[in-house]
């Protein structure tokens, strides 16, 4: 009967018919599930799909844009993109508040001094911070620091700063670049939108200083920060020979920070070098380096007449040369085709109607009296005279050409007197644009004029330049110059004061506004004796 009641199973203590092997059965049963299908392990989000960035498309978030990359390309600990945090405005007490502290306040500065430490911490992180713009809030600066940027994370960027339409600034701090991480981001550089022009690279020593290649003649920045990159006198050679040389110049840098490194005497040479003949860059900034008197003479003597070297004569020459056989080729064509000459003046609807008229001086004169007799009469009357033409008579036309050929760019008076009251707003809309065509006709040749082709002064057979009157700021703070070099900057300042009061300050630059050179070593008695031209000078 035992047999028959265990034989059917029924009693709850007998094992099941699925489950009556060993438990070595069971895990030899797993062994050949794994077997057949592989473990699903949950992996980090950085790592399930390491070979799509190709395949995303950037919204213009750098925000999603970038963390999205990031997760893709396999990385699984980056810095979120946040919003750059504004500086507090100084804290000024009112003079009715109470001098004393109340308890509150103490508590108050106790909190606020651990908060303090603690974003002092903080600022340390890696962090991509952008500053956006207040209407539309887009991203206007990118800032990255304290994170080590890697080929694969300048791969990144390229994807998703390039749809940032209105970039304008990109700042590196302390991010270990590389010159070969250096070369990829300039490449970089001309994907972006180009409202970018500030680039800042701080914090980056390179060892083969390879700085000046964000300054090749193809380059587009216009501010450029190299601070606290241990930058010696090899890398000053290579920053000077960036900015100008025999043969090229660099005209889109404006402003060159080149504070905290290690430039001496030869490196400031170099850089005065490079501003021999560059007549683009106006701020420059050696603060915080090692420049002695030495170097401190030769920046100073750029900023005034200097000699030129045998090689630049003979390049002055050769460029004179070719500039004559240019001109002698160019006039045959002048003769035959009448617009020639309305190319190069950009009064070109008057002077083509002047020269097609070629009217004398007299009838001019005639045409004088006869608009002022005409003056008490109807506006109807002078708004049919003004119709002929571009809103120009060729009397008016012919007055243009003569006073342009004897005031240089001064021809809105004699057109504004008979007019004078009547029909205003013709008036000023020509006032208006002549007189932006005379700027123009004053700026426009010194951005194409080579230097060397600017009028020279010869001396004992000798040849001198006027020396470098672009370069508005200059900043040589905590160096060590001494009352040599102090003596070297006075000179080029009583030179530009007399230079600025000679020439008008419309027809080009005049030379320094601020000029700061604090240091340890000055004597104060020349202390009252700077500021000759100078705006704004800072000798302590």
Sequence with gaps: MSGEASAPGVSPRAPRPGTQKSSGAVTKKGDRATKEKPVTVLQPVGEEEPKNPEEYQCTGVLETDFAELCTRSGYTDFPKVVPRPRPHPAFVPSASMSEKPALDDQRLSGSCSLNSLESKYVFFRPTVQVELEPEDKSVKEVFIRGWKVEERILGIFSKCLPPLSQLQAINLWKVGLTDKTLTAFIALLPLCAPTLRKVSLEGNPLPEQSYHKLMALDSTISHLSLRNNDIDDHGAQLLGQALSTLHSCNRSLVSLNLGFNHIGDAGAGYIADGLRLNRALLWLSLAHNRIQDQGALKLAEVLRPFELTHTEVVERRRLLLE???QERSRSPSSSRHG?????????????NVALSEKPDKTPATKTLKGLGKKKDKSGDGAKREEKPGSGQSPTQGTLKKEDAKTSKGKVTIPEQKPNKGKGPKIGNKEKRSFLLESEQLVSEPSEVVNPLLEPVEHREGKVFMPGNKVLLHLNLTRNRITEVGLEGFLATVQHQAQFSKSKSAA????????????????VPELHGRFGLGVCSCHVA
């Design 323 to 325: 500039k004559g056989s």
């Design 339 to 351: 617009d020639s000459k309305g190319e190069k003046n950009p009064f070109t609807g008057v002077s």
């Design 507 to 522: 027809k080009g630059p005049v030379g320094l506004l601020c000029l700061s050179l604090a240091s340890e070593d000055f």
